[in-house]
């Protein structure tokens, strides 16, 4: 027999792993409701925990800044190459 496998959406685990994080119902009570198995409905509220952290940390601003400083570079090398390219063309024609 196979078993077929289901794929939830983002809000849909987002609104699980929030009702499990609230607490307010039990986790078989919860997985019951949403017809889901509880090991999988943990892995969504670890998951959920984890970007919570995320959201409140610095860490992705320090990221996303060394990240745009070497997008830039990398533009700056692209223009340098492109004027190098460009000169090279009028040079040898």
Request: aromatic share 8%; glycine share 4%; hydrophobic share 40%.
């Amino acid at each position: 027999m196979e078993k077929i496998q289901r794929v939830h959406s983002a809000s849909f685990k987002a609104k699980v792993a929030l009702e499990l994080m609230k607490g307010i119902d039990a986790i078989s009570v919860i997985c019951s409701k949403y017809s889901i198995h509880p090991t999988q409905a943990n892995r969504w509220k670890q998951r959920a925990a984890q970007g919570i952290e995320g959201i409140f940390s610095d860490k992705p601003d320090k990221e996303l800044k060394v990240k745009d400083a070497l997008i830039e570079e990398l533009y700056k090398q692209v223009g340098q190459l492109k004027v190098e390219l460009d000169w090279l063309k009028k040079k040898f024609h």
